[in-house]
């Protein structure tokens, strides 16, 4: 994972984001939903992992104020549990935080474990649950990381990230 590189995501990338949004999510957004998030660049923040020039992973943040909602975040199927959605995240955070985000939120769906093990990793915490959120009926877990900036979770992802062998 040394070459892995994350930047800020433009609409060249778009077709390989595409490619691992459609293999990763049972209803995949659409090139034109996905195009229009890179668009709306005041309040969505999209950054992609890449070694080698291929794309193997992107993380969607929105910020409303200090409340930054993760509205996506996926790996190519044969690039995961290598760290790279712990890195987008690291990095992610990090750059949201310096633009006066404090608070994490997002929706996962309850049957989708990996992730919710990453999210709490993460400091995220289940808070509510909708029902019915996802397709098939299946609930969403809301959770959160309250003051992402706190002593507390800077301490957390340092660790994480030196678990990595990086800095955030
Ligand atoms: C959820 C998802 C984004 C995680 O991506 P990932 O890149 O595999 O995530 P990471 O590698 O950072 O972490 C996954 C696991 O690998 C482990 N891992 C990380 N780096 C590792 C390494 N170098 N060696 C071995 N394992 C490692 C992590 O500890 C983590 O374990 P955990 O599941 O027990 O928490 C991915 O599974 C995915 O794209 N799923 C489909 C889309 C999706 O569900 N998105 C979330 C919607 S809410």
Known sequence: MSALEIRLAT??????????????FDEPWSAGLLR????????????????????LGYLGLMRIDEDVHVNT???AIDARGQ???TR????????????????LTLEVAATNLSAQS????????P??????????GVDAIVMWCRDM????????????????????
């Open 149 to 168: 900036d706190s002593g507390e979770e800077m301490a957390r992802r340092a660790m994480i990230a030196a678990s990595l062998g990086s800095e955030p």
């Open 83 to 85: 760290g790279i959605a």
């Open 36 to 55: 229009s998030e890179l668009e709306l660049t005041a309040t969505r923040r999209y950054s992609i992992a890449t070694n080698g020039g291929s794309v």
């Open 73 to 75: 975040i996926a790996t």
């Open 118 to 125: 990453l999210y709490r990793r993460f400091g995220l915490a």
């Open 11 to 24: 609409k060249r990338d778009l077709k390989a984001l595409l490619a691992i949004e459609e293999a990763s």
């Open 88 to 103: 987008l995240l690291l990095e992610g955070i990090e750059a949201v935080l310096a633009e006066g985000g404090r608070h």
């Open 127 to 136: 808070v509510g649950v909708r029902r019915g959120y996802y397709a098939g």
